[in-house]
């Protein structure tokens, strides 16, 4: 992004100012006349309990969103100038999710030492997470599409094993779950104690490096040829981010895509030194937070209380869609080459057979293999009649995943595309989850329409706005993922009504195949058969729209037609695997590129390999959840995904080539 300088800057920022103190005067007002102020202030009277309300809830609360928006804003300076990437923020790297974690095991498990062991598990999270992208993207020299995919994915990842926690420790986790949403609700100043002089001490460190800072900005040669020791003055600025991010998810949850957009606007308005960045950031990150909470009270007061954090991922996200075109220099950077040249296989009868017959054996085992309270035991005859719907129904599901997941990369030409990152799932299921509130009883002969309609609708959106500014596969994927956070932000939204329901809701989100009946398996695997076997008509578009839009409108192939129906059988399938195993699973990432791997490159030999790896892959899933903690499960969906994500970091660090 340039940094022109806006002759409409200082004019910007004063409205911006006025509309943020014009919203907190008039909530404060509502709350308490203006007379009465200075007294509740200073000096609440007991018995006045708007008083109380004034001195102990809405004043701190003021307070904190205007020091949480300033470090915000700040923690987001430091990782877009260090990794000189315009889309590094605490959320977007993943830094967040790692802190929340910690703070949760911490919480859960009770563990002694009380605020100060907390405080430790949240910075130790975030610096392992963000320790981890680091070192994901230093062999490809910290590249911006590396950084924020691996952010991401390992933010899901961390999302994954909170929803496991809270899984097994519904009730005692639900709090969490609402005031990780970013909740800024206060009972009395103590949040405020806490964050101020970490701030105050983080901000003067950021001054004491000034110098090293500026020169981070530069090419890394011309850094060194400075003086510049980069690696650590990298690694000590990255670890103050950390921290800092780790400080404001302890006082605050998580709030979102503030610290993307405070410097952003900050170069915008025309900031060119660091100085003037740095302090306009954290002038920014503080009215943008001020504004986005006061309206979140004057809308509590009228209709519902939205967490503040869920409202900034609702705006940041079309915000971030809006700004990648715009993005074009800075992002699109190096594909991530995951491709893996060698023999190309062709796939024979009997190879199929041996596929179709591992398939079988391992769904036998699945069957009779089990755990008991007096150990393990093997017993076909005694247990398929109740796990027959379930094993059905995970193997069905994993080899649609699979095929939409083929499809999707064909089709895109992205070997890292599937429904779970580009957030097609994620769109399947807010579909489902909508019918499932909106239709009481019975609802499952809606479900599959609606949860088509959600996918088909979320991958038509990601071609349009990826192409925008120039199709590329880096792009597409930032944008699915913009859109899968936007999905998953109105989820949680859902999860926090304390709408009785919510809870069955949230086994289902994570993958459960505990509650599929024999009808509803029986249905799943016909859905699967009609659907799997319209891929192979497919195959020539398949074959074509990898080598480019001008190549395959050369050879005759109808562009907008061909995408539409490979869009709509993607959307059918990934509609009727979310069904049942949830919208994540990484199996449509895993299973094409082992498929891949295994020499089958061609579409219809992948599509079907593919498809038996998938079914494999979800049926073990299934069974190890019934297994690992015995007498408590795991659902499939939710076991794929602690495979699934660290297999796509594997396939970030592979060298390009």
Known sequence: MSARTSPYSPLLILLLALAALALTGLNLTQQLPVDLWRQAAWQPHVDNIDEMLFHYSLLPRTVLSLLVGAGLGLAGLLFQQILRNPLAEPTTLGVTAGAQLGLTVAMLWALPGGESTRQLATILGALTVGGLVFGVSWGRRLSPVTLILAGLVLGLYCGSAR?????????????????????????????????????????????????????????????????????????????????????????????????????????????????????????????LLLFSDQMMIMLARRWLDIPTGAATALLGAPLLLWLLPRLRNSVAGPEDGTQH??????????????????????????????????????????MWRWRWPRVLA????????????????????????????????????????????????????????????????????????????????????????ALSTLFSTLLTLMLISNDPRMASVLTWLSGSTYKV???????????????????????????????????????????????????????????????????????GLMAPHMARLLGFRRPLPQLVVAGLLGAMLMIAADWCGRIILFPYQIPAGLLATFFGAPYFIYLLRRPAG
Not at 215 to 244: H, Q, Y
Not at 550 to 566: D, E, N, Q, W, Y
């Open 341 to 382: 040249p060698g023999r190309e296989r062709r796939l024979t009868w009997i190879g199929a057979v041996w596929g179709v017959g591992l398939l079988l054996l391992l769904a036998g085992l699945a069957l009779a293999l089990g755990r008991a309270d007096h150990g393990w035991y093997l017993s076909l005859a005694e």
């Open 163 to 287: 929803s496991l926690l809270s899984l097994l420790n519904y009730e005692r986790l639900q709090g969490i779950f609402l005031w990780s949403s970013g909740m800024l609700n206060q009972q009395d100043w103590s949040k405020v104690s806490f964050l101020w002089p970490r701030l105050v001490i983080g901000l003067v460190l950021v001054l004491l490096m000034l110098r090293p800072l500026m020169l981070m900005g530069l090419d890394d040669g011309i850094a060194r040829n400075l003086g510049l020791g980069l690696i650590t003055a990298r690694v000590g600025g990255l670890g103050i981010a950390i921290v800092l991010s780790a400080f404001l998810v302890n006082a605050a949850g998580n709030i979102g895509f503030i610290g993307l957009f405070a410097p952003l606007l900050a170069r915008m308005l025309g900031a060119r030194r660091l100085l003037q960045r740095l302090w306009l950031s954290c002038l920014l990150g503080a009215l």
């Open 517 to 587: 009946s024999g009808a509803q398996a029986l249905w799943t695997a016909l859905i699967a058969v009609i659907l799997l076997a319209a891929t192979p008509l497919l195959r020539r578009w398949l074959a074509l729209l990898p080598l480019g839009g001008a190549t395959a409108r050369s050879a005759g192939v109808a562009l907008k037609p061909a995408r539409a129906a490979i869009l709509l059988l993607a959307a059918g399938l990934i509609a009727a695997a979310t069904l049942n195993v949830g919208p994540l699973s990484f199996v």
């Open 394 to 481: 995970a193997g069905a599901a994993g080899a649609m995943l699979a095929a939409a997941g083929a499809l999707i990369q064909k089709m895109t030409g992205n070997p890292m595309a599937s429904p779970e990152v580009l957030g097609i799932s994620s769109g399947a299921a807010l579909g489902i989850v909508l019918m499932l509130l909106l239709v009481p009883g019975d609802a499952f002969v809606w479900l599959l329409p609606a949860g088509s309609l959600g996918a088909a609708a979320t991958l038509l959106l990601i071609m349009l706005l990826a192409q925008r500014g120039g199709f590329s596969g880096s792009r597409l994927l930032l944008v699915g993922i």
